[in-house]
């Protein structure tokens, strides 16, 4: 009885110290917040994959989560959301959708801008033209194209990085997006006499054969008959070297019969 006790025990204080555990990632990973949030709404042209669940911050830091996505009947679309009471928002905030990471996640992000600092009460709805959609980064890359074949994935996904982060106005400067696409030139440039070296040896190669055209064109077709005769005759030419090997070999012993007699 008081085996069964103390397993007992041990695992109710088990069950709990893993209840514990998996509240505590729950409030990590999933960013929970336990204060008291307001519910809001913004309309937009185009969410930009926005979707529920996903992140609503201010100045970077998670302030509340997205709570529905719906397209309307004019092809507008709604986004509910719901903030931080401590977050002040205002006749003059502007809801943006920016690239989380470069796997596809995004969140909204609420920013201050030109207009009146009246608060904005909960249930109210931040107006279309004080929206703003995710920058298009394939239409972006893609007009990058020629630059980008050049350089490797990770050289890539650093160009993307510096690229949204400039375009979403979170980078200080253009230098780090500079950075990142004169590394390919640099490769190129302290290599030039190399490349140069070789496209001239390439002019050389096409000069000539364009010069010598015939005797080069003329060549290849003798040695094209050449190997087509020899490809006809494989068989004579087989059967040739197996008598040659065998009269070798007779002469070889022949020699090694002679041999001491002529030695006498």
């Not at 409030?27 to 949030?37: A, E, L, M, P």
């Not at 042209?45 to 926005?50: A, T």
């Not at 893609?142 to 990085?161: E, M």
């Not at 290849?220 to 040659?244: P, Q, V, Y």
């Amino acid at each position: 009885m008081t085996g069964s006790r103390g397993m007992i025990i041990k695992f109710g204080a088990f069950a709990l110290v893993m209840t514990l555990l998996t509240v505590s990632l729950f409030f990590i990973f999933g960013q929970y917040t336990t204060g008291s949030t307001a519910k809001y709404s913004a309309l937009f042209n185009d969410v930009s994959r926005l979707k529920p669940g996903q992140t609503v911050r201010v100045a970077g830091v998670r302030v509340g989560t997205v709570g529905s996505v719906s397209l309307l009947a004019d092809k507008k679309v709604l986004v509910k959301f719901d903030a931080d009471r401590s977050v002040v928002l205002t006749n003059g905030t502007r809801a943006m959708i920016r690239y989380l990471n470069l796997v596809g996640d995004r969140y909204l992000e609420l920013v201050d801008g030109p207009g009146s600092t009246r608060v904005l009460p909960p249930g109210s709805e931040i107006p279309i033209d004080r929206t703003a959609p995710a920058l298009d980064l394939d239409l972006l890359l893609g007009g990058l194209k020629p630059v980008t074949q050049g350089l490797n994935p990770q050289d890539v996904n650093q160009l993307s990085a510096a690229l949204i982060q400039v375009f979403q106005g979170e980078g200080t400067t253009l230098n780090s997006l500079f950075a990142k696409t004169t590394s390919f030139s640099n490769t190129l440039a302290d290599n030039g006499q190399t490349v140069q070296e070789l496209i001239d040896n390439l002019n050389t190669v096409v000069a000539t054969v364009n010069k010598d055209g015939g005797k080069f064109s003329g060549a290849i077709d003798r040695l094209e008959k050449l190997i087509s005769g020899l490809s006809n005759d494989r068989d004579t030419i087989g059967t040739a070297i197996t008598a040659l090997d065998n009269g070798t070999a007779s002469i070889a012993d022949l020699l090694g019969r002679a041999r001491k007699p002529l030695g006498d």
